[in-house]
């Protein structure tokens, strides 16, 4: 069994992956709404640590994929001391166009709130991060029966919503990059992914 799940990777052209099932759904709506070609797969989202994650982008690569996206939350990142195995495996990537890794401080829900504000408040955790998510999508849960219905993420797109994210995460990411910033200052890079997805279909 372990070796077809092997050969059905390899055929992947464009592969995403993630922490877990939020980075999963949000994708996979994601995908419907603007026509993305990427490959969707439960078992590139099942509890994906770091240490996997490369393991898999390996596999992939290996096996031919034209792109790989990871998306990943950094504050589980610094929560379980693996900062340093983190940075290891961004500069093993770097150089590589085909693999691209894109985390959010302190979690997607923090890409989420850009959909509707800029803020550049300092979040601990995902908790606190969801909890003004809610001042605007009032029943989120990370809960799969909840994230698989799209309600949410048609509430997320309202009233031009992804585009702003897109201008919300730039315009923060440039002032992380900066420095002089705390040690929870917020930034996401999936608007990079995004771009990504937008040039791939441009080559087809």
């Known amino acids: 069994m372990r070796r077809a799940r092997k050969e059905r990777r390899f055929k992947l052209k464009y592969a995403?992956?993630?922490e877990g099932i939020t980075e999963q759904w949000y994708l996979s709506h994601?995908?419907?709404y603007k026509g993305y070609i990427y490959n969707i797969r439960p078992s590139l989202f099942a509890d994906v640590s770091i240490e996997k994650a490369e393991g898999i982008?390996?596999?992939?690569?290996?096996?031919?994929c034209d792109q790989i996206t990871f998306l990943t939350d950094y504050d589980s990142i610094v929560n379980q001391g693996k900062k340093d195995v983190f940075d290891k495996i961004v500069d093993k990537y770097k150089d590589i166009e085909?693999?691209?890794?894109?985390?959010?401080?302190?979690?997607?829900?923090?890409?989420?709130?850009?959909?509707?504000?800029?803020?550049?408040?300092e979040y601990l955790n995902c908790e606190q991060v969801i909890k003004d998510l809610k001042t605007h999508i009032s029943d989120y849960s990370k809960k799969e029966v909840y994230l698989k219905q799209d309600k949410w993420f048609k509430r997320l797109i309202a009233n031009d919503g992804l585009n702003k994210a897109i201008?919300?995460?730039?315009?923060?990411?440039?002032?992380?990059?900066?420095?002089?910033?705390?040690d929870h200052f917020?930034?996401?890079?999936?608007?990079?992914?995004?771009?990504?997805?937008?040039?791939?279909?441009?080559?087809?």
């Open 16 to 18: 995403v992956l993630g």
């Open 30 to 32: 994601l995908k419907k």
């Open 57 to 64: 982008i390996d596999e992939l690569l290996s096996g031919g």
């Open 98 to 121: 085909e693999v691209l890794i894109c985390d959010s401080m302190p979690s997607i829900e923090y890409w989420f709130l850009l959909h509707f504000k800029y803020t550049t408040k």
């Open 167 to 182: 201008r919300n995460a730039n315009n923060g990411l440039k002032q992380y990059e900066k420095g002089n910033v705390g």
């Open 186 to 204: 917020p930034f996401s890079k999936i608007h990079e992914a995004l771009n990504a997805f937008e040039n791939h279909i441009k080559k087809k």
